[in-house]
């Protein structure tokens, strides 16, 4: 057992754990980017979320909307981002699907989620869209 997040959920390598139920374990990422920043893995090792079972899915963001709240209020943030990368090109450097929850604060130099994107498009809307629709109905 070789992944870090399956060793923590093991109980094998100590975190912070800040929330645990049957599904996930939520605890404080240890290179945080601000004061809070929480990451909710699934118990089970899964790397890309389009692969979680749909009810591991659904208690996988039931744990992050339970915590949203109380990371904000713990560390009176403004507010809170929250981000998965999906996949190696993303920047995931763990393959085992975890939710970062980043509390926010008006000054705290960071952007919102389009600030990450240099806003590189070549295609239409519709035929984007057009391609989607056909791959969701495979
Ligand atoms: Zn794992």
New binding site residues.
Partial sequence: MS?I??RIVGGEIPAEVVASDLENVAFLDVQPLADGHVLVVPRA?VAAIEDLEPAAADALFRMVQRLAGPVRQALDAAGTTIGINNGGATGQTVP?VHVHIIPRWPDDGAGSVHTIFPRHTTRRLPDVATAIRRAAAA
């Fill in positions: 992944c997040f399956c090792h085992h």
